[in-house]
């Protein structure tokens, strides 16, 4: 099970934390991401960590502003945003998926409910 929180309203050039509480077992194998939905487009890949969190994957809109990370004692995922933008308003959700990561969101198969990110 994975659930997201932290999300919320926020202005332009902000920041806000996201966590993701994990409680799916892992083994160490898992990949974790976050990805964000906008209404009227597809879900895109965001942020994805690797099980030792050794390598990261950003999108090009993330680089710079968003950092992903993780405390494995506490089975917390996080993405740390600031520069929000506007266009960044959006659904977020934490997602695991066995090695190999991917930054296709078709191909992870476990979701969190989403947190709501508004940036005005």
């Known amino acids: 099970q994975l659930v997201e929180s932290g999300g919320g309203s926020v202005q332009a050039e902000g920041s806000l934390r996201l966590s993701c509480a994990v409680s799916?077992?892992?083994?160490?194998?898992?990949?974790m991401g976050w990805f964000r939905q906008a209404p009227g487009k597809e879900r895109e890949g965001v942020a994805i960590?690797?099980?030792?969190?050794?390598?990261?994957y950003y999108a090009d809109s993330a680089k710079g502003r968003f950092t992903i990370s993780q405390d494995s004692a506490k089975n917390t995922l996080y993405l740390q945003m600031s520069s929000l933008k506007a266009e960044g308003t959006a659904m977020y959700y934490c997602a695991s998926r066995r090695l190999p990561c991917s930054s296709r969101p078709s191909e992870w198969y476990w979701w969190g409910q989403g947190t709501q990110v508004t940036v005005s």
């Open positions: 799916v077992y892992t083994d160490g194998r898992y990949c």
């Open positions: 960590i690797s099980p030792d969190g050794g390598s990261t």
